[in-house]
């Protein structure tokens, strides 16, 4: 009787070594699935690593990651029909920065050949005139680089497509700055961050940074008061 139960005693230990491997396998995928970090939730983000160009998306809320300054800001396209030249747009770009940096009391901006932040005046952008935000005369537009969760760095950029004169470009200007440090649209009348400064069927006032828009910008950056 031993002798019989031998080779199925053999074949029940060898049995229970292929279902001690299989559970070993999968208990294993699962820890892996446990280590891999969470997806991002930053919308328009990507993966650090990624050598695709990134695909930046027009962040009417303000920048995903707000309150890094100083931005340094450059001018990096005017197209011919706008019949601007950099000198023109450097000093609408330097006030602008200016209208910021006077209401808060804080070096924000910076102007730099190679800054982060450029600034291109776009005089035909098919695929944007066939959507409906074509009607704003600025869009402030972002991707957020990420590796393993942490943001590694920001693509920016700020589209300029229209404006009535200097003065009105300093208010687009000044608003779609606004984006670049964090700040969304306002409701309250005047805010320079209201959507009546970017509105091509809205005419323009003097641009100006009220006192609601540094109390705003203080309240989503309180850290850079603390230093």
């Not at 930046?56 to 005017?78: H, Q």
């Not at 035909?124 to 760095?153: C, I, K, W």
């Amino acid at each position: 009787m031993k002798v019989r139960l031998a080779p199925l005693g053999a074949i029940l230990s060898v049995l229970a070594l292929f279902v001690w491997i299989s559970s070993s396998a999968r208990n294993d995928a699962s820890a892996g699935d446990l280590e891999r970090p969470p997806a991002a939730s930053i919308p328009g983000s990507v993966a650090a690593s990624s050598d695709d160009e990134p695909v930046l998306r027009e962040r009417t809320g303000g920048s995903a990651v707000p309150c890094e300054v100083p931005l340094g800001w450059r001018i990096a396209r005017i197209d011919e029909p706008f019949q601007l030249s950099r000198a023109e747009a450097r000093a609408a770009l330097e006030k602008a920065a200016t209208l910021w940096e006077d209401a808060v009391g804080l070096a924000l901006f910076s102007d730099e050949t190679d800054g982060t932040l450029p600034i291109r005046f776009v005089s035909e952008d098919p695929e944007e005139r066939r959507q409906e935000r074509n009607r704003f005369a600025g869009m402030y537009r972002e991707a957020v680089h990420l590796q393993e969760g942490e943001v590694t760095s920001v693509t920016r950029e700020i589209r300029i497509y229209r404006f009535a004169g200097l003065d009105d470009l300093v208010g687009v200007a000044a608003h779609e700055l606004g984006h670049a440090l964090g700040l969304g649209h306002s409701t309250v009348p005047g805010s320079v961050m209201g959507e009546g400064f970017v509105r091509s069927d809205v005419s323009q006032r003097v641009p100006s940074v009220q006192r609601g828009d540094a109390q705003a910008l203080r309240s989503l950056c309180s850290e850079l008061w603390d230093v």
